[in-house]
């Protein structure tokens, strides 16, 4: 049972107790919060060269989110010691997990992943347009893993996680592009996080905001590299009548990956 749904019924044990008399004063139901986080984990290696998934759970647990989307996420790859990060984080913050591979490496795959402590109803894997590699540029398959969620008030949320190419602007445009048709806006209430690799100002951002709230900070605090910050690249997107931005902040987490992991916290309306 997740955290969302213990709230709900928690709060009405309570009004049960304390009565009919004191009902409007102290158990008219507050709304009931989602916190949703954005990590790239640079696949499970901190700025001390380490592999240490559970350096990485810590500071996920700590931010205790219902919902968290993950990039850079390696599965069976020898670099990593052929951990299947994916699990391994799951099993150490209590929450269920689905990856979504973008490319086969070092004997293994790598991707993006989405945690959460929701019960899960369906996955779906979209590729995105990328360039393919020459010997003088090295690019990476892209692509987004979107999954839907069931909310305790029954309703359902798509969640998206996703990575845009790190070293070619055009690729960036196609895939916010890419991003906006596969994913066009409906009556589903939708989050959308990852790395993409654009400063709030640049295209690719743009043209996402014409179909996507940003929830970011006023100050617009960078989130890589995660010691001494100077771009932010790292994204919280939503839509959804009932979803209600309360709070967004960069985690001042500098060590456990190359990026500071991003927060967003939502209230459910009715």
């Given amino acids: 049972m997740s955290k969302l749904m213990i709230q709900k019924i928690l709060a009405g044990m309570i009004c049960v107790l304390l009565g009919p008399w004191s009902f409007h004063e102290a158990c008219a139901e507050d709304p009931i919060q989602l916190k949703v986080l954005c990590y790239n984990i640079h696949y499970g290696q901190g700025m001390d060269g380490e592999y240490d998934i559970p350096r990485l759970a810590k500071v996920i647990s700590d931010q205790q989110p219902d919902i968290v989307a993950l990039q850079e996420v390696d599965v069976a790859v020898r670099r990593s010691g052929q951990v299947h990060q994916a699990q391994k984080l799951a099993e150490l913050t209590g929450m269920k997990v689905r ?30 347009p990328y360039s393919e590699s020459t010997p003088e540029k090295t690019t990476y398959p892209r692509a987004a893993i979107a999954v839907k969620v069931v909310l305790p008030n029954g309703k359902l949320l798509k969640v998206i996680s996703t990575h845009f190419q790190h070293n070619v602007e055009e690729d960036r445009v196609k895939e916010a592009t890419a991003i906006n048709r596969f994913f066009p806006r409906d009556d589903l209430p939708t989050i959308l996080a990852g790395d993409m ?51 967004s902040e960069v985690i001042a987490e500098e060590m456990a990956s190359d990026h500071r992991p991003v927060l967003a916290i939502f209230e459910l309306l009715d």
């Fill in 197 to 247: 690799n654009a400063t709030p100002d640049s295209e690719p951002v743009k043209i996402l905001r014409k179909q996507w709230e940003l929830a970011i900070d006023e100050a617009k605090t960078p989130s890589a590299p995660s010691i001494k910050p100077r771009s932010r690249i790292d994204y919280i997107f939503y839509r959804g009548s009932f979803l209600k931005l309360i709070h």
């Fill in 99 to 128: 990856f979504g591979p973008t490319q086969h490496y070092e004997g293994g795959l790598f991707g993006n992943a989405v945690l959460t402590n929701l019960p899960i109803e369906d996955v779906h894997i979209q590729p995105l």
